[in-house]
């Protein structure tokens, strides 16, 4: 079992930036995969972000590269979702999760599924004001 929670966000300007923080705790995190989503009012939970298990390769959605960057930090076990630039289209819940990475191949294809994830976190609103 992996246990999640999110912390960081909240309500900013259109251009402005936030820093979401992952807190893993439960089986060791440098044996998943983790990932963030989110989630907008009406609209299905939606691929963001994403580093392998070691750290040393990340991924990202089209509407994010550039202005978000995903880290994770083993040793503390925490991701972090570094979010600058930010646009009203950001608007949603951010969701953390973790899955096994023997589940994995390199590419967004897997990274990018939701499927393949295990865990996930509550879950933080992010607004975005224009």
């Known amino acids: 079992q992996v246990q999640l929670v999110e912390s960081g966000g909240g309500l900013v300007q259109a251009g402005g930036s936030l820093r979401l923080s992952c807190a893993a705790s439960?089986?060791?995190?440098?044996?998943?995969?983790l990932g963030w989503f989110r989630q907008a009012p009406g609209k299905k939970r939606a691929f963001v972000a994403a580093?392998?298990?070691?750290?040393?390769?990340?991924y990202y959605a089209d509407s994010v590269k550039g202005r978000f960057t995903i880290s994770r930090d083993n040793a503390k076990d925490t991701v972090l979702l570094q979010m600058n630039s930010l646009e009203p289209e950001d608007t949603g819940v951010y969701f953390c999760?973790?899955?096994?990475?023997?589940?994995?191949?390199?590419?967004?294809?897997?990274?990018?599924?939701?499927?393949?994830?295990?865990?996930w976190g509550q879950g933080t609103q992010v607004t975005v004001s224009s």
């Open positions: 999760a973790a899955g096994n990475r023997y589940r994995y191949s390199s590419g967004l294809y897997y990274y990018g599924d939701p499927s393949r994830y295990d865990y």
């Open positions: 439960g089986r060791t995190s440098s044996s998943y995969v």
């Open positions: 580093n392998n298990w070691s750290g040393t390769n990340t």
